[in-house]
C-alpha cells in the first residue's frame, strides 16, 4: 500500500512530496531511474557535466545557482550527472537557463542533433530564421 507524505528535512529546501513502498522512497525532484530510462539518462547526465566543466561550474555552484539548498546541491547535481536520478521537468529547465543552453539539448539522442540545438541556440533571432529557412531548402519533402 502506498503513503503520500510531506516530508521537509534539513536538506530538503521545499516541501517535497515522497511516495514510499515496499520498494524505499522517492522525491518528485528526485525521482529513482529504471533500467529503461537510463541510456536517456545517461546522454542527459553526461552532456550536464559537460556543460557545467565548459562553463568552469563545480556541482555545489550549479546546484545553489537554480536553488537547491547548499547543504544537498552536490548530491543532487552529482546523481543527476551519474543517471542515478532524473530531475523533474521544472529542474531541468533551470538547468539549462543556469548553463545557457535550450532544453532540448540534455534530451537529443544524437549528438550532432545536439550540437546544432546548441548552434542555434546561440543565434540571434534573425540569424535562426535564417538557418530554418536554408534547412527548409535542404530537406526532403515530409511525408503525410
Known amino acids: 500500500m502506498f503513503l503520500i507524505e510531506i516530508v521537509y528535512g534539513r536538506f530538503c529546501r521545499d516541501f517535497c512530496y515522497t511516495e514510499r513502498n515496499n520498494s524505499g522512497a522517492f522525491c518528485h ?3 529513482n531511474v529504471s533500467n529503461s530510462q537510463q541510456s536517456s539518462m545517461h546522454v542527459f547526465g553526461r552532456r550536464l557535466r559537460a556543460r557545467r566543466l565548459a562553463l568552469g561550474l563545480s556541482q555545489e555552484a550549479l546546484g545553489v545557482a537554480i536553488g537547491i539548498d547548499e547543504s544537498c546541491s552536490r548530491t543532487r547535481i552529482s546523481r543527476y550527472e551519474t543517471g542515478n536520478s532524473e530531475p523533474a521537468l521544472a529542474i531541468s529547465r533551470s538547468l539549462a537557463k543556469a548553463l ?4 532540448g539539448y540534455f534530451y537529443c539522442d544524437d549528438d550532432l ?32
Open 29 to 31: 525532484e528526485n525521482r
Open 100 to 103: 545557457a543552453v535550450p532544453l
Open 113 to 144: 542533433d545536439a550540437e546544432a540545438l546548441l548552434l542555434i541556440h546561440g543565434m540571434s533571432d534573425d540569424q535562426r530564421c535564417r538557418v530554418v529557412e536554408i534547412l527548409r531548402g535542404c530537406a526532403p519533402p515530409m511525408k503525410d
